[in-house]
């Protein structure tokens, strides 16, 4: 499977799909990136993103007692990847959303991992398909505009 999926985007997502994420998340990413790069379409970025729990709740001291706890890695994985989607054109994807969830003080982190994630796109697109839809980044406004 894993040969026929580093060029066919549908077993890419089964692969990333079939693993255990808390065993490995960086190969469940890794395959997706990967069919996002051959297909050129976002929707595994939304699967991917989907999964990307951002809060539990844990038993406080009484009984009763709740907190919940962000997962501010999560959280931030879970803008990278509905930006992204957004910007190829998803409309599941709700960037704003989870922007605020996010915070002001971690956005300047998490659009440096939007485009570091663009190119690492754009580089597996060249790799496997020849051509590189990614980059320059997707909608990234100049500096000098």
């Not at 976002?42 to 406080?60: D, F, K, N, W, Y």
């Amino acid at each position: 499977m894993i040969e026929i999926a580093e060029f066919e985007p549908l077993a890419a997502v089964i692969l990333a799909r079939d693993q255990n994420p808390d065993a490995n998340t960086n190969h469940n990413e890794r395959w997706i990136l990967q069919a996002v790069a051959l297909s050129g379409k976002p929707g595994p970025l939304m699967m991917l993103a989907a999964s990307q729990i951002v809060e539990t709740h844990e038993r406080g001291e009484s009984p009763g007692d709740v907190k919940t706890v962000k997962h501010h890695k999560r959280l931030m994985n879970r803008y990278v990847l509905n930006e992204i989607a957004h910007r190829m054109g998803d409309p599941r994807a709700r960037p704003d959303y989870w922007q605020q969830q996010l915070g002001h003080e971690a956005l300047t982190e998490a659009e440096a991992m939007v485009i570091t994630t663009l190119r690492q796109l754009g580089d597996l697109q060249y790799q496997k398909r020849g051509v590189n839809e990614f980059e320059p980044p997707i909608d990234i406004e100049q500096s000098d505009a």
